[in-house]
């Protein structure tokens, strides 16, 4: 996983990530890891990010098909405070509310 962060604070901050859809690991994780690390709180005490979207449906939302097509588009919902806008390129913003 890969980020940076932009602005003062975590309160106050729009952070990027990038997400590889070819690589290991799920993009459902990758955003819940980074709001616990934003928030300085243990995965385990945030919602499921379950009560906000479908994890399964985000994680294969954009993965290619056999002849490694991508399909173009972008996602918004929000989770913990965050608005999460997740494109098919594999760049998320999370946008503190």
Not at 21 to 27: I, P, R, V
Not at 60 to 67: A, M, Q, R
Not at 74 to 83: A, D, E, H, I, Q
Request: glycine share 6%.
């Amino acid at each position: 996983m890969s980020s940076s962060t932009t602005g003062a604070t975590a309160k106050q901050s729009t952070h990027h990530l990038h997400h590889e859809w070819n690589d290991e690991g799920w993009m459902s994780d990758q955003i819940v890891e980074a709001v616990a690390a934003y928030e300085n709180e243990d995965q385990d005490e945030l919602p499921p990010l379950s009560d906000s979207i479908n994890p399964a449906a985000l994680d294969t939302l954009f993965e290619g098909t056999d002849d490694d097509a991508t399909m173009a588009g972008c996602v918004t919902f929000s989770y913990y405070g965050y608005t999460v806008l997740v494109q098919s390129s594999g760049q998320i913003l999370l946008k503190r509310k």
